[in-house]
């Protein structure tokens, strides 16, 4: 086990380096050194910065020998709570693990960063230590949605890095979440929609039927294919394959689908622990059961993605598990590998330029009328 010291190339040229996070989780630092080791035995060429207290994290990684060789351990004294504010952790966050953890990507040390900690303090930390990525107003974040697609799932951005978001926002996001569905979906041309409150075009706030606009005139550049508006019902459809909305819109559906899921989970185990025969129903449907509940078990897809940053973060939810973390820790060895970055801000900039030329012939086309 490594004690700081070390460079990524001590650790392995040839692997991917993932920085990590381990005192921001609900559930402690066992949780995210168990998620560590699980997605490790799965992820043979990836090496690990770990970062928090060494006086906790020690004793957890000694019983882990077989790991031993992959992972630094880099000792940060200070944690950020769920109850900091991020205004306060931007001032004072220098000496915690999530500070540290981003300073790692910062430093070039580790392509990728992981962190279950408070989400607009990860924000802030990243903003200020990554800085945007060229050409993007605000940073999203991305998650991917259970869906009737083939591959499973959709991506939804902004699900609340920004309450906010204007037409060229909009436009951004559709490009980042683009990219994202190319690359982690493995799709070719992947088909966004705008959300909307309907489908037709005369609907929805002024800043929308903009968006609208610039998003199918950038369709090309930004190799994807615009359906149009699409309603909260798409949402979970085979219909889109993106979902682009603002951070206030997003966060709601996804704490609200969220909530819905573990409702009909609850409503499920009263209804076959109802009596000795809702007991046995159970017992003969346990096969689809299993598979139903592998299907939408949500720590399979752990880790909203913050795009438009000059580095990759992976937020992991607060609460998960080692299957959630690992499943984290498993995106982000997958984006590190693919030239993410590089193809992202690649898209960005393509279709920011036709968003430009068709908002400034939109407007041409009001003035003459």
């Keep these: 086990m490594g004690t700081g ?11 991917i380096v993932i920085s990590v996070d381990a005192m921001g989780s609900d559930r402690g630092p066992g949780a995210v050194v168990a998620g560590l080791v699980l997605s490790a035995a799965s992820l043979p060429d990836a090496a690990f910065i ?9 004793p957890l990684l000694a019983r882990h020998p077989e790991i031993a060789s992959r992972v630094t ?53 990243s903003m200020i230590r990554l800085r945007k990525m060229p050409g993007v107003n605000r940073p999203a974040i991305a998650c991917l949605w259970p869906s009737r697609n083939p591959g499973g799932f959709n991506v939804m951005l902004d699900v609340g890095a920004d309450i906010k978001a204007e037409a060229a926002d909009l436009l951004q996001y559709a490009a ?18 705008l959300l909307n409150v309907g489908t037709e075009e005369h609907k929805g706030r002024a800043e929308l039927k903009d968006a609208h606009d610039q998003i199918a005139a950038a369709a090309e550049a930004g190799g994807y294919d615009f359906v149009g508006f699409v309603e909260g019902g798409d949402i979970p459809a085979d219909r889109v394959d993106v979902i682009v909305t603002d951070g206030f819109t ?22 076959f622990n109802a009596g ?18 592998h299907r939408i078990d949500p720590r ?18 607060g609460s998960a598990d080692e299957t959630g973390v690992a499943a984290a ?17 690649a898209r960005v900039a393509s279709t920011g330029r036709a968003g430009q030329d068709a908002a400034s012939d939109g407007a041409e086309a009001k003035a003459k009328q």
């Excluded at 770990?50 to 020690?58: I, M, P, S």
């Excluded at 980042?176 to 929609?193: D, K």
């Excluded at 997003?250 to 209804?271: R, S, V, Y």
């Design 5 to 15: 010291s070390e460079t990524p190339s001590d650790l392995g040229a040839s692997r």
């Design 50 to 58: 770990l970062h928090g207290d060494q006086a906790q994290l020690a």
């Design 73 to 125: 351990l880099r000792h940060a004294p200070r944690v950020v709570t769920m109850h900091d504010k991020p205004s306060q952790v931007m001032r004072h966050g220098d000496g915690t693990s999530m500070w540290s953890c981003i300073d790692s990507v910062k430093n070039g040390e580790a392509t990728v960063a992981v962190s279950c900690g408070n989400t607009g303090a990860l924000m802030a930390v």
């Design 176 to 193: 980042m979440g683009a990219s994202y569905a190319s690359i982690g979906m493995n799709l070719a041309r992947p088909r966004v929609g």
């Design 250 to 271: 997003g966060n709601i559906a996804l704490k609200t689908g969220e909530g819905t899921a573990k409702l009909i989970a609850d409503f499920m185990k009263e209804a």
């Design 276 to 293: 000795i025969l809702s007991k046995f129903a159970a017992l003969l449907a346990l096969g689809s059961l299993k598979r139903l509940q």
């Design 300 to 317: 399979r897809v752990n880790g909203g993605v913050f795009l438009g940053l000059n580095g990759t973060v992976i937020k992991s939810h």
């Design 329 to 345: 820790i498993s995106l982000a060895y997958q984006l590190s590998g693919t030239g993410f970055l590089q193809r992202l801000a």
